[in-house]
Protein backbone atom coordinates (compact mmCIF):
# COMPACT_ATOMS: atom_id res chain seq x y z
CA UNK A 1 0.00 0.00 0.00
CA UNK A 2 1.94 3.11 -1.63
CA UNK A 3 -0.13 5.80 0.35
CA UNK A 4 0.01 9.19 -1.01
CA UNK A 5 2.59 9.51 -3.74
CA UNK A 6 4.36 12.76 -4.72
CA UNK A 7 6.94 13.25 -7.87
CA UNK A 8 9.61 14.70 -8.24
CA UNK A 9 11.04 15.04 -4.62
CA UNK A 10 13.69 17.75 -5.37
CA UNK A 11 13.57 20.34 -8.25
CA UNK A 12 15.36 23.49 -9.20
CA UNK A 13 13.86 25.73 -10.99
CA UNK A 14 14.93 29.08 -13.46
CA UNK A 15 12.41 32.07 -12.60
CA UNK A 16 9.55 31.93 -15.68
CA UNK A 17 9.94 27.83 -16.02
CA UNK A 18 7.03 25.95 -15.80
CA UNK A 19 6.10 22.46 -14.06
CA UNK A 20 3.87 19.97 -12.98
CA UNK A 21 4.52 18.48 -9.38
CA UNK A 22 2.80 15.06 -9.88
CA UNK A 23 0.26 13.07 -6.90
CA UNK A 24 -1.58 10.08 -6.82
CA UNK A 25 -2.94 8.10 -4.40
CA UNK A 26 -4.24 4.63 -3.79
CA UNK A 27 -6.24 4.53 -0.93
CA UNK A 28 -9.62 5.46 -3.04
CA UNK A 29 -9.97 8.88 -1.37
CA UNK A 30 -12.68 11.27 -2.61
CA UNK A 31 -10.41 14.30 -1.12
CA UNK A 32 -7.61 15.56 -2.15
CA UNK A 33 -5.31 18.58 -1.03
CA UNK A 34 -1.78 20.64 -1.71
CA UNK A 35 -0.21 22.56 0.91
CA UNK A 36 3.31 24.72 0.72
CA UNK A 37 5.56 24.81 4.09
CA UNK A 38 7.72 27.82 4.16
CA UNK A 39 11.03 27.49 6.29
CA UNK A 40 10.01 27.69 9.96
CA UNK A 41 6.03 27.47 9.06
CA UNK A 42 3.22 26.17 8.98
CA UNK A 43 1.39 24.84 5.83
CA UNK A 44 -0.73 27.08 4.16
CA UNK A 45 -3.43 25.33 1.69
CA UNK A 46 -2.74 26.02 -2.06
CA UNK A 47 -5.68 24.20 -4.01
CA UNK A 48 -8.35 21.23 -3.06
CA UNK A 49 -10.31 18.91 -4.60
CA UNK A 50 -13.34 17.26 -3.39
CA UNK A 51 -13.60 14.70 -6.43
CA UNK A 52 -12.79 13.97 -9.71
CA UNK A 53 -13.75 17.17 -11.93
CA UNK A 54 -14.09 19.25 -8.83
CA UNK A 55 -11.65 21.51 -7.78
CA UNK A 56 -11.36 24.80 -5.31
CA UNK A 57 -8.87 27.34 -4.26
CA UNK A 58 -7.30 27.21 -0.72
CA UNK A 59 -5.19 30.23 0.81
CA UNK A 60 -2.60 30.72 -1.40
CA UNK A 61 -3.43 29.92 -5.51
CA UNK A 62 -2.12 32.40 -7.24
CA UNK A 63 0.68 31.33 -9.63
CA UNK A 64 -0.61 27.49 -9.44
CA UNK A 65 -3.36 25.26 -11.41
CA UNK A 66 -4.78 21.89 -10.51
CA UNK A 67 -6.43 19.30 -12.73
CA UNK A 68 -8.25 16.15 -11.08
CA UNK A 69 -9.12 14.45 -14.30
CA UNK A 70 -9.24 10.55 -11.97
CA UNK A 71 -9.71 10.12 -7.85
CA UNK A 72 -6.00 8.84 -8.06
CA UNK A 73 -3.97 12.00 -9.57
CA UNK A 74 -4.50 15.52 -8.24
CA UNK A 75 -1.44 17.47 -10.18
CA UNK A 76 0.02 20.72 -9.02
CA UNK A 77 1.32 23.06 -11.94
CA UNK A 78 3.48 26.08 -11.38
CA UNK A 79 3.33 28.36 -14.39
CA UNK A 80 6.34 30.78 -14.78
CA UNK A 81 7.94 30.04 -11.60
CA UNK A 82 9.40 32.84 -9.34
CA UNK A 83 11.32 33.15 -6.05
CA UNK A 84 8.37 33.26 -3.82
CA UNK A 85 7.28 29.56 -5.00
CA UNK A 86 10.40 28.09 -3.41
CA UNK A 87 8.99 25.93 -0.39
CA UNK A 88 7.88 22.23 0.10
CA UNK A 89 5.05 21.24 -1.17
CA UNK A 90 2.74 18.75 0.21
CA UNK A 91 0.31 16.49 -1.35
CA UNK A 92 -2.26 15.17 1.08
CA UNK A 93 -5.70 13.24 0.70
CA UNK A 94 -8.26 11.96 3.24
CA UNK A 95 -11.49 9.96 3.19
CA UNK A 96 -13.83 13.26 3.98
CA UNK A 97 -15.19 11.39 6.93
CA UNK A 98 -15.13 14.22 10.40
CA UNK A 99 -12.82 11.99 12.07
CA UNK A 100 -10.89 11.47 8.74
CA UNK A 101 -6.96 13.03 9.18
CA UNK A 102 -5.03 14.04 6.29
CA UNK A 103 -2.36 11.38 4.54
CA UNK A 104 0.83 13.22 3.48
CA UNK A 105 3.05 12.68 1.06
CA UNK A 106 6.56 12.97 1.43
CA UNK A 107 6.89 16.66 0.35
CA UNK A 108 8.52 18.08 -2.94
CA UNK A 109 11.22 20.55 -2.21
CA UNK A 110 10.98 23.09 -5.12
CA UNK A 111 13.52 26.09 -5.08
CA UNK A 112 13.19 29.01 -8.45
CA UNK A 113 16.72 30.22 -9.09
CA UNK B 1 -12.21 33.49 8.64
CA UNK B 2 -10.48 30.38 10.48
CA UNK B 3 -7.57 30.81 12.26
CA UNK B 4 -4.60 28.31 14.24
CA UNK B 5 -2.57 29.67 16.64
CA UNK B 6 0.18 27.96 18.03
CA UNK B 7 2.44 30.39 20.21
CA UNK B 8 5.24 28.81 21.24
CA UNK B 9 7.37 28.78 18.19
CA UNK B 10 10.15 26.58 20.26
CA UNK B 11 10.20 24.24 23.90
CA UNK B 12 12.29 22.58 25.32
CA UNK B 13 11.35 19.60 27.75
CA UNK B 14 13.58 16.82 30.03
CA UNK B 15 13.66 13.15 28.83
CA UNK B 16 10.86 11.18 30.78
CA UNK B 17 8.19 14.42 31.87
CA UNK B 18 5.34 15.66 30.52
CA UNK B 19 4.96 18.37 28.22
CA UNK B 20 2.21 20.72 27.16
CA UNK B 21 2.04 22.26 23.45
CA UNK B 22 -0.72 24.82 23.42
CA UNK B 23 -2.53 25.90 20.53
CA UNK B 24 -6.03 27.72 20.01
CA UNK B 25 -8.69 28.70 17.19
CA UNK B 26 -11.14 30.95 15.85
CA UNK B 27 -13.95 29.10 14.14
CA UNK B 28 -17.70 30.35 13.91
CA UNK B 29 -18.42 27.09 12.49
CA UNK B 30 -20.07 24.65 15.41
CA UNK B 31 -19.14 21.76 13.74
CA UNK B 32 -15.22 20.92 13.17
CA UNK B 33 -12.38 18.40 14.21
CA UNK B 34 -8.98 19.30 15.81
CA UNK B 35 -5.55 17.15 14.92
CA UNK B 36 -2.06 17.32 15.43
CA UNK B 37 0.47 16.18 13.11
CA UNK B 38 4.22 16.00 14.03
CA UNK B 39 7.03 16.22 11.36
CA UNK B 40 10.52 14.74 12.40
CA UNK B 41 13.28 16.31 11.14
CA UNK B 42 13.49 13.97 8.27
CA UNK B 43 10.28 15.87 7.12
CA UNK B 44 7.17 13.63 6.39
CA UNK B 45 4.01 14.61 8.41
CA UNK B 46 2.83 12.09 10.85
CA UNK B 47 -0.44 12.01 12.20
CA UNK B 48 -1.15 11.75 16.36
CA UNK B 49 -4.44 12.34 17.46
CA UNK B 50 -7.87 14.11 16.51
CA UNK B 51 -10.62 15.54 18.88
CA UNK B 52 -14.11 16.23 17.08
CA UNK B 53 -16.07 19.48 18.68
CA UNK B 54 -19.27 17.25 19.67
CA UNK B 55 -16.76 14.76 21.91
CA UNK B 56 -17.31 15.26 25.62
CA UNK B 57 -14.19 14.12 26.17
CA UNK B 58 -10.46 14.32 25.42
CA UNK B 59 -8.88 12.41 22.93
CA UNK B 60 -6.16 9.88 24.09
CA UNK B 61 -3.59 7.97 22.10
CA UNK B 62 -0.94 6.10 23.90
CA UNK B 63 1.75 9.03 25.32
CA UNK B 64 -0.50 11.93 23.07
CA UNK B 65 -3.24 12.91 24.99
CA UNK B 66 -5.38 16.50 23.80
CA UNK B 67 -7.00 18.78 26.09
CA UNK B 68 -9.66 19.92 24.60
CA UNK B 69 -11.45 23.24 26.56
CA UNK B 70 -14.48 24.03 23.62
CA UNK B 71 -15.29 27.24 25.62
CA UNK B 72 -11.63 28.59 25.66
CA UNK B 73 -11.00 27.29 21.58
CA UNK B 74 -8.17 25.59 22.64
CA UNK B 75 -6.55 21.81 21.98
CA UNK B 76 -3.40 21.50 23.45
CA UNK B 77 -1.46 18.50 22.85
CA UNK B 78 0.08 16.72 25.98
CA UNK B 79 2.64 14.60 25.81
CA UNK B 80 3.78 12.57 29.04
CA UNK B 81 6.66 10.70 29.10
CA UNK B 82 8.93 12.50 26.71
CA UNK B 83 11.46 10.51 24.61
CA UNK B 84 14.24 11.72 22.65
CA UNK B 85 12.73 10.77 19.79
CA UNK B 86 9.54 13.01 20.44
CA UNK B 87 12.01 16.21 19.57
CA UNK B 88 10.10 17.50 16.17
CA UNK B 89 7.51 19.87 14.88
CA UNK B 90 4.13 19.97 16.20
CA UNK B 91 1.35 21.03 14.06
CA UNK B 92 -2.15 21.88 15.13
CA UNK B 93 -4.99 21.75 12.62
CA UNK B 94 -8.91 22.37 12.28
CA UNK B 95 -10.76 20.85 9.78
CA UNK B 96 -14.46 22.21 8.88
CA UNK B 97 -17.33 19.31 8.73
CA UNK B 98 -18.88 21.68 6.28
CA UNK B 99 -15.98 22.09 4.03
CA UNK B 100 -13.16 19.39 4.79
CA UNK B 101 -10.32 22.09 4.44
CA UNK B 102 -7.84 21.80 6.62
CA UNK B 103 -6.27 24.65 8.54
CA UNK B 104 -3.09 24.54 10.26
CA UNK B 105 -0.97 26.43 13.06
CA UNK B 106 2.65 27.89 12.66
CA UNK B 107 4.35 24.49 14.41
CA UNK B 108 5.61 24.83 17.91
CA UNK B 109 9.49 23.27 17.79
CA UNK B 110 10.23 20.27 20.62
CA UNK B 111 13.21 19.53 21.80
CA UNK B 112 13.70 16.84 24.27
CA UNK B 113 16.59 17.00 26.22
CA UNK B 114 18.63 13.70 27.53
Known amino acids: NAGVTQTPKFRILKIGQSMTLQCTQDMNHNYMYWYRQDPGMGLKLIYY???????DKGEVPNGYNVSRSTTEDFPLRLELAAPSQTSVYFC????????????FGEGSRLTVL | AQKITQTQPGMFVQEKEAVTLDCTYDTSDQSYGLFWYKQPSSGEMIFLIYQGSYDEQNATEGRYSLNFQKARKSANLVISASQLGDSAMYFC???????????FGSGTKLNVKP
Open chain 1, 92 to 103: ASSTGRRTGELF
Open chain 2, 93 to 103: AMSLYNFNKFY
Open chain 1, 49 to 55: SVGAGIT
